[in-house]
Nanobody
Framework: QVQLVESGGGLVPAGGSLRLSCAAS????????MAWFRQPPGKEREVVAA????????FYADSVKGRFTISRDNAKNTMYLQMNSMKLEDTAVYYC????????????????????WGQGTQVTVSS
């Protein structure tokens, strides 16, 4: 069973950048497809980006395409989310999640497919 811990959240001005990290422990990190989700205040949780086990296949929500980059370092058991050109609407609690069921090439954007979740990290974009 893998444990996930997010870090890197905080307050950033609109147009600024932030990098989130998700450190995994207790499992073989390369066996998990991974994703970032977020939950804005008063809204439903939504997928931000997802990455397959090897890191070759990536998915981005339309709202973050061209601004955010998901990556992973299997040797360091860590996933990242580089967020650039941030907007007010990026304000949310960001969660990382791990999916133990996916094949090596697959990636899913359904929250229900993810087996393990971190505790979340707050990201606030100010005007």
């Amino acid at each position: 069973q893998v444990q996930l811990v997010e870090s890197g959240g905080g307050l950033v001005p609109a147009g600024g950048s932030l990098r989130l990290s998700c450190a995994a422990s207790g499992g073989t990190f390369s066996n998990y497809a991974m994703a970032w989700f977020r939950q804005p205040p008063g809204k439903e949780r939504e997928v931000v980006a997802a990455i397959n086990r090897s890191g070759i296949r990536r998915f981005y929500a339309d709202s973050v395409k061209g601004r955010f980059t998901i990556s992973r370092d299997n040797a360091k058991n860590t996933m990242y989310l580089q967020m650039n050109s941030m907007k007010l609407e990026d304000t949310a609690v960001y969660y990382c999640a791990a999916d133990a069921q996916r094949s090596v090439v697959a990636v899913t954007t359904r929250a229900d497919d993810y087996d393990y979740w971190g505790q979340g990290t707050q990201v606030t974009v100010s005007s």
